[in-house]
């Protein structure tokens, strides 16, 4: 019972998406039309995404680029700006959960070792923020843009024209965010010096990063990215097979499951897609804040042909609340490990921040698709 328990808390989405899939059977008994509900391209570049920035992880990059970076900031209002911006950057390569994973924990050993614990709260309710935002920029930087571009077979043109402005947007709010505290001047050293740790290794996922993202924008076939990215982890890396979220992965085959039976409802999809007409943008970001936005992404793509309104109000209604996007809970279950933490005012710092850029970042979005 406290497995069951455990596995409810840690998977809360993947539980969700199960209990839909299994209903949805009843409805539409298992044939092998299901089949055909399953997005294999999105699967397997999810896949090879997560164990390419694994190896990566695990030969210390991210470590040494991080440290290196602080090693140059000589104020506060400096070091707050590259803890954020380190999120905001990374999330667009490497996805915002795992800049959060990254990140935050560093961000907090770094306060803590400057004596900035005041600034915690802010410091980390705005690299949520960045990454979550950082993220929208690439057909790579979260679950929700990967399945998007690839279902609606979005040419990079009309991606980039969407989200470059957006998340340039972005970028001209977070900076005065992260200058607003008072200056004070510091002096940063750490305790070793990180240095990457494989340099056969980095190089390796290095060069998979590269096949990945041919694969992602169809310049090479997904099924040789994922050969690839197999083959190289069966001969010289099985160890990083561990790091993948198959999680993930399995509440993607569920969604695919539960909407791929709702379709073949035809009162169901004719009165979802009639209500959902004309206002894809606020529908995904309001329902992201329920279930979150890689579900609702998936759940109302089958329902509307507005890429672009659905590609924005999933990234943008990844903001507002705590569950609106899955990656924001890495940085409250971070924070609340902390000494001293005050998870009440984090809430309350963290949804009015959220607001503000949703609100902001919904009307520029309107004016931009309208």
């Known amino acids: 019972m406290n497995r069951i328990v455990r596995f409810l808390k840690t998977e809360p989405v993947l539980c969700v998406s199960a209990a839909a899939a299994l209903l949805s059977m009843l409805l539409v008994p298992p044939s092998p039309a299901y089949w055909g509900y399953l997005d294999f391209r999105v699967l397997s570049l999810l896949f090879c995404l997560m164990a390419v920035v694994a190896g990566l992880q695990s030969a210390g990059v991210f470590e040494v680029l991080s440290q290196r970076l602080c090693l140059r900031a000589n104020g506060v209002r400096a070091l707050s700006l590259i803890l954020v911006l380190l999120c905001f950057f990374s999330s667009m390569l490497i996805t915002n959960d795992v800049a959060l994973i ?26 949520t923020v960045a990454a979550n935002l950082g993220s ?137 897609s009639s209500l959902l007409q004309g206002r894809e943008l606020p529908a995904s970001a309001l329902i992201s804040q329920v279930i979150s936005n890689v579900p609702a992404a998936v759940m109302l793509s089958s329902f509307t042909g507005d890429a672009r309104a659905l590609l924005a109000g999933t990234n943008i209604g990844g903001l507002g609340t705590l569950i609106a996007s899955l990656a924001s809970l890495i940085s409250f279950k971070f924070y609340c490990k902390t000494p001293g933490a005050r998870p009440g005012k984090y809430l309350l710092v963290f949804t009015g921040v959220n607001l503000v850029f949703l609100l902001i970042l919904l009307c520029c979005a309107q004016l931009m698709i309208s």
Not at 145 to 165: I, K, R, V, W
Not at 204 to 223: E, M, T
Not at 250 to 270: E, K, W, Y
């Open 136 to 272: 929208m920029l690439t057909p790579v930087g979260n679950p929700q843009n990967l399945y998007l571009y690839s279902f609606y077979e979005m040419a990079p043109g009309d991606f980039f024209s969407l989200t470059l402005p957006l998340t340039g947007l972005s970028l001209l709010l977070l900076v005065p965010c992260c200058l607003l505290g008072k200056e004070r001047h510091l002096t940063i050293s750490f305790a070793a010096k990180a240095n990457v740790t494989d340099r056969r290794r980095a190089l390796l996922y290095g060069v998979l990063a590269l096949v990945c993202l041919l694969g992602v924008f169809r310049l090479l076939p997904y099924q040789a990215a994922l050969a690839a990215v197999l083959g190289c982890m069966l001969l010289w890396d099985r160890p990083r097979f561990r790091a993948v979220d198959y999680g993930l992965l399995c509440t993607f085959v569920c969604f695919f499951i539960f909407v791929g039976n709702l379709g073949q409802l035809g009162a169901v999809r004719a009165l979802v």
């Open 102 to 127: 990254t990140f935050v924990p560093f961000a907090i050993g770094v306060l803590g070792l400057t004596g900035q614990q005041e600034l915690l709260i802010p410091v980390v309710v705005l690299q």
